[in-house]
């Protein structure tokens, strides 16, 4: 079975304060890619990795940056966190090619930006 | 814009019937769907997928159909359960990329 673990379910951070997210995954997937999920909004990709120490941008990547310093684990840093910040974060991730683009999620981080 | 949508934000069945969820596509590129179920408070979970070569796959209680020729795919749960109570979303790939595209989601409740 796939797994990918979040550092935390629930968090709750100042307004400007650095907030570091992380996501492992153990089957040894190239992509890995963060998404926050707002109600209404649905799945919105924040930023992919495709291999180590490559990062791609995704739809809504302002306010926002990652690190992906080795394979398993992808990070994403919210440089000052705002209110606006405020969602469900969701890791997931995926091999590479053809007829394996399935996402595997993590159980997500619900974070409180006050 | 959202190139995947659903045709029904909410669904409300009764314990036993048989469940359809629907969600309509626009990219003729697409090759790959995907079926997730996100119960509360959870991850998305991978229920089921079909390729763009196939019309229908089934699996255990659910199947999946495609439609190509209205950009149709449909998710159907055979003897729905309280345990289905969640909100299911289809996702899209388009041959070549690694991302998927997320429908908005369809919210199934099951009452006993």
């Known amino acids: 079975d796939v797994k990918v673990t979040q550092s935390s379910r629930y968090l709750v951070k100042r307004t400007g304060e650095k907030v570091f997210l992380e996501c492992v995954q153990d089957?040894?997937?190239?992509?890995m890619f963060w998404y926050r999920q707002d109600p209404g909004l649905g799945l919105r990709l924040i930023y992919f990795?495709?291999?180590?120490?490559?990062?791609e941008k995704g739809d809504i990547p302002e306010g926002y940056s990652v690190s992906r310093e080795k394979k398993e684990r992808f990070s994403l840093i919210l440089e000052s966190a705002s209110t606006n910040q405020t969602s469900m974060y969701l890791c997931?991730?995926?091999?590479f090619g053809a007829g394996q683009e399935t996402q595997y999620f993590g159980p997500g981080t619900r974070l409180l930006v006050l | 814009g959202e190139s995947v949508g659903l045709h029904l934000p909410t669904l409300s069945v009764q314990e036993g019937d048989n469940s359809i969820i629907n969600c309509a596509y626009s990219?003729?590129?697409?090759?790959?769907f995907i079926w997730y179920k996100q119960e509360s408070g959870k991850g998305p979970q991978f229920i089921i997928d079909?390729?763009?070569?196939?019309d229908k796959r089934q699996g255990q209680r659910v199947t999946v159909l495609l439609n190509k020729t209205v950009k149709h795919l449909s998710l159907q749960i055979a003897a729905t359960q309280p345990g289905d109570s969640a909100v299911y979303f289809c996702?899209?790939?388009?041959?070549?990329?690694?991302?998927?595209?997320f429908g908005k989601g369809t919210k199934l409740t099951v009452n006993p």
């Open positions: 997931a991730s995926s091999t």
């Open positions: 996702a899209e790939n388009i041959y070549g990329s690694e991302k998927l595209v």
């Open positions: 079909i390729r763009s070569n196939m």
């Open positions: 990795s495709y291999d180590v120490k490559m990062k």
């Open positions: 990219n003729s590129a697409s090759d790959y």
């Open positions: 089957m040894d997937h190239e992509n």
